[in-house]
């Protein structure tokens, strides 16, 4: 099963980062403010959040935490333009998993996507021993 990434920013500013995410095998979904994400992560749960730091209609902050409180087991991951320490030592502190500033390295994006993805399996079945794939047979 690909994993399942929601990318909420402004169109404008998401066409760098969805190539990159689609070429590592995720299923992508877009949301282009604060209120559609909230619609979509109250309809469907994701693996994975890339969350702009500049994010129309409230923010990154308010989503991040709204994530951490519904008990859904997904990662946030905060894109910004200028990505300072203190940005990134706030970002962690809220409780996402990391900061990516832009320009995008492509290598980085994937394999940062695919360690929050996979830490978040961990949490989600390691308590219970299980892996996503114990139940498959190659």
Not at 27 to 45: H, I, T, W
Not at 67 to 83: E, F, H, L, P
Not at 115 to 129: E, K, N, P, T, V
Request: overall charge negative.
């Amino acid at each position: 099963m690909r994993p399942r990434v929601l990318v909420v920013m402004p169109a404008q500013r998401r066409f760098g980062l969805l190539p990159i995410l689609e070429q590592s095998g995720m299923e992508v979904y877009v949301a282009g403010n604060f209120r559609d994400a909230q619609q979509k992560l109250d309809d469907q749960s994701y693996d994975l959040l890339f969350v702009d730091a500049e994010l129309p209609g409230g923010s990154w902050q308010q989503l991040v935490e709204a994530v951490c409180t519904s008990g859904k087991n997904c990662a946030v991951i905060v894109c910004s333009r200028c990505g300072d320490e203190r940005l990134w030592a706030e970002v962690l502190q809220c409780g996402a998993y990391d900061l990516i500033p832009e320009p995008y390295d492509e290598q980085e994006v994937a394999r940062i996507a695919q360690c929050a993805i996979d830490s978040q399996y961990l949490r989600r079945f390691g308590r219970s021993g299980a892996h996503p794939a114990a139940g498959l047979k190659a």
